[in-house]
Nanobody, 116 residues
Framework: QVQVVESGGGLVQPGGSLRLSCTAS????????MAWYREAPGKQRELVAD???????MYADSVKGRFTISRDNGENTVFLQMNNLKPEDSAVYYC??????????WGSGTQVTVSS
């Protein structure tokens, strides 16, 4: 199965920036989509950004213009560049990799805290 590992979280002040990384292990069938989700205390896990195998992207309205999802090294690694961070961005950020045929795999999450 596919292993998914996130990194790059931390504590920043409002207006600061962070770059999250997600690496998925080698896939026999191919990874067709990777996405970032986040889960804040008391809230449901929500989709933040998504990138497919053709590098098409989508973003939640709350992060448009501030976050950028990109890929590197084929489909195995994705990044989430987060700029102008706001307190409401604080959450555990999870990476999800979707493999053709066998389905989706989740990382364990990385904490992002935006506070003054």
């Amino acid at each position: 199965q596919v292993q998914v590992v996130e990194s790059g979280g931390g504590l920043v002040q409002p207006g600061g920036s962070l770059r999250l990384s997600c690496t998925a292990s080698r896939s026999i069938f191919g990874i067709i989509d990777m996405a970032w989700y986040r889960e804040a205390p008391g809230k449901q896990r929500e989709l933040v950004a998504d990138i497919d195998r053709d590098a098409r992207t989508m973003y939640a309205d709350s992060v448009k213009g501030r976050f950028t999802i990109s890929r590197d090294n084929g489909e195995n690694t994705v990044f989430l560049q987060m700029n102008n961070l706001k307190p409401e961005d604080s959450a555990v950020y999870y990476c999800k990799a979707t493999e053709r045929i066998r389905g989706s795999y989740w990382g364990s999450g990385t904490q992002v805290t935006v506070s003054s």
